[in-house]
């Protein structure tokens, strides 16, 4: 089955430790991303990469990290910086441009606490 | 600043009803806007409109797109409750194809 696998599906966290949540894919997209979502808020872009080896930030980086070493693998740590890291988060994988040939696949989402 | 607002933030509606969701948008650039269906976890792609006037029909949903007063619509009739979910509006960031803005969504719940 192709998709999009995030792990863990919940994590808790004390404050000041960094934690990785795991996004793999075998979709063979070469774009990936990261979103977070609040209640009551649209998805907020962390990070992207068009490509292995590169990635951008997106609106809300700080406080995040990501890697791309791995076409099917895009790692998010969130790190000790970020102020309010309780959120769910969201991974996503496109063959193209998102939005010019096709759209974006999502996986079911990890929701972090912070405790 | 791109910027995508959908309206109304929630609504309840029962089963059976017609409900239509708005999606409003400003982007420079243009080129499509994207819905998409979040019932618990990961979003599910519905539409994508790239041209003005022509509907995309699926089953009891439909959206059309207008690009002169740029918004969009999403149409669901004879609403189920399995319809309740939050549905989101994104198009892609002017600067870099692959970036999409994602408005707030709409909780649409479907009461018996």
């Known amino acids: 089955d192709g998709g999009i696998t995030q792990s863990p599906k919940y994590l808790f966290r004390k404050e000041g430790q960094n934690v990785t949540l795991s996004c793999e894919q075998n979709l063979n997209h070469d774009a990936m991303y990261w979103y977070r979502q609040d209640p009551g808020q649209g998805l907020r872009l962390i990070y992207y990469s068009q490509i292995v080896n590169d990635f951008q930030k997106g609106d809300i980086a700080e406080g995040y990290s990501v890697s791309r070493e791995k076409k099917e693998s895009f790692p998010l740590t969130v790190t000790s910086a970020q102020k309010n890291p309780t959120a769910f988060y969201l991974c996503a994988s496109s063959s193209g441009l998102a939005g010019v040939r096709n759209e974006q696949f999502f996986g079911p989402g990890t929701r972090l606490t912070v405790l | 600043e791109d910027k995508v607002v959908q309206s109304p933030l929630s609504l309840v509606v029962h089963e059976g009803d017609t409900v239509t969701l708005n999606c409003s948008y400003e982007v420079t650039n243009f080129r499509s806007l994207l819905w998409y269906k979040q019932e618990k976890k990961a979003p599910t792609f519905l539409f994508m409109l790239?041209?003005?006037?022509i509907e995309k029909k699926s089953g009891r949903l439909s959206s059309i797109l207008d690009k002169k007063e740029l918004f969009s619509i999403l149409n669901i009739t004879a609403t189920q409750t399995g319809d309740s979910a939050v549905y989101l509006c994104?198009?892609?960031?002017?600067?870099?194809?692959?970036?999409?803005?994602f408005g707030t969504g709409t909780r649409l719940q479907v009461t018996l």
């Open positions: 994104a198009s892609p960031n002017t600067g870099t194809a692959s970036k999409l803005t």
């Open positions: 790239t041209s003005s006037g």
